[in-house]
C-alpha cells in the first residue's frame, strides 16, 4: 500500500515538472524537443520577420542615401543637391556704354515756396516811346458860359466847362475833338440865339463844313439845335465855328448858366466786323 501511494506521488511530480517545463520554453528554440515545422510556415514566417524587421542584416552593406529594396511602394524624400547661382557672381567691371535719347517729358511738379527777396537792382535805361493807348471809347460833352459876336474872320468856339472828357480826346484849349478810335460817331450842338441878331454856325470836320446851324434874326431869343453821326478816322478833328461878320452874327450866354454845349460820342468802332 505505501509502495503503490510512493509510486503515484512520484508520477505526479514528473508530469507536473514535464508540463512547466513546456510552457517556459519558446517554440522554435534550436534544440527543441518538438517537431521541426511545415515548410510553408517557416517562409512565412521568415517574410513577417523581414517585412517589420527595418535593420539590415548584420553581412550587409547599405548607404544611408540608397532608397530600401522591401518597400518599391513607399514614398522616398530625395534631400536636394545645393545649386550656385552663377548670375549672382560678380565679373568685372565693363566699358561705360552710349548714351541713350532723352526720355518724355514728366508732369510739372507742385510750386514751390517763394522765395526771399534779391537785392534791389540798378536802374535800366529810359525805353522807346511806345504807341499810342488804344480803346474801344470815346466820348466828351463841353460847354460855354460866355457871349460870342462875330468879326472880320472866322472863330473856332472854344469851351470853358468841361462835363465829360473821356481820355481827354477833346482838347480844351484848341476847341477841338481829335478822333483816335476810328469808328462811327454821333455829334450834338445846342445853342442859345441873341434877339435882333442871327445865329451862324458850321459842324466842321477837317476844314470841311459839314453841318450848319442857323436861327434867323428875331425879337426873342430861342435854344436852337443841330446833330448828326460822322464815320471818323483816326485823327480827324471835329469843332465849331462862328461865321464871319458879313452879318450881325453872335451867341448868347451868360457866367451864371450854360447856354452852349457840344457833345459826341463813339457808337461803333471800325474794329469790330
Not at 517545463?21 to 510556415?41: D, I, Q, V, Y
Not at 537792382?121 to 457871349?147: D, M, W
Not at 442871327?198 to 470836320?205: D, F, V
Request: with cysteine.
Amino acid at each position: 500500500m505505501k509502495g503503490r501511494l510512493a509510486t503515484s506521488t512520484l508520477w505526479l511530480i514528473c508530469l507536473f515538472s514535464w508540463a512547466h517545463c513546456s510552457e517556459s520554453e519558446p517554440e522554435g528554440r534550436t534544440g527543441s524537443p518538438t517537431r521541426a515545422p511545415h515548410h510553408h510556415h517557416t517562409a512565412r514566417v521568415e517574410n513577417a520577420n523581414e517585412k517589420y524587421n527595418k535593420r539590415p542584416r548584420s553581412s550587409e552593406c547599405v548607404r544611408c542615401c540608397d532608397p530600401p529594396e522591401h518597400f518599391p511602394a513607399h514614398p522616398m524624400y530625395y534631400q536636394p543637391l545645393p545649386q550656385i547661382n552663377i548670375t549672382i557672381l560678380k565679373g568685372e567691371k565693363g566699358d561705360r556704354g552710349e548714351r541713350g535719347s532723352a526720355g518724355k517729358l514728366g508732369k510739372a511738379g507742385s510750386p514751390g515756396n517763394m522765395g526771399e527777396m534779391g537785392p534791389k537792382g540798378q536802374k535800366g535805361s529810359l525805353g522807346s516811346p511806345g504807341e499810342r493807348y488804344k480803346t474801344n471809347y470815346a466820348a466828351f460833352s463841353v460847354g460855354r458860359k460866355k457871349p460870342l459876336h462875330s468879326n472880320d474872320y472866322y472863330q473856332t468856339l472854344i469851351f470853358d466847362t468841361e462835363f465829360v472828357n473821356l481820355y481827354g480826346h477833346f482838347n480844351m484849349f484848341m476847341g477841338k475833338f481829335y478822333c483816335y478810335v476810328p469808328g462811327v460817331y454821333f455829334f450834338s450842338l445846342n445853342v442859345h440865339t441873341w434877339n435882333q441878331k442871327e445865329t451862324y454856325l458850321h459842324i466842321m470836320r477837317n476844314g470841311a463844313e459839314v453841318a450848319i446851324l442857323y436861327a434867323q434874326a428875331s425879337d426873342r431869343s430861342i435854344m436852337q439845335s443841330q446833330s448828326l453821326m460822322l464815320d471818323l478816322q483816326d485823327q480827324d478833328e471835329v469843332w465849331i465855328r462862328l461865321f464871319k461878320g458879313e452879318r450881325d452874327n453872335a451867341v448868347f450866354s451868360d457866367e451864371y448858366d450854360t447856354y452852349v454845349t457840344f457833345s459826341g460820342y463813339l457808337i461803333k468802332p471800325s474794329s469790330e466786323p
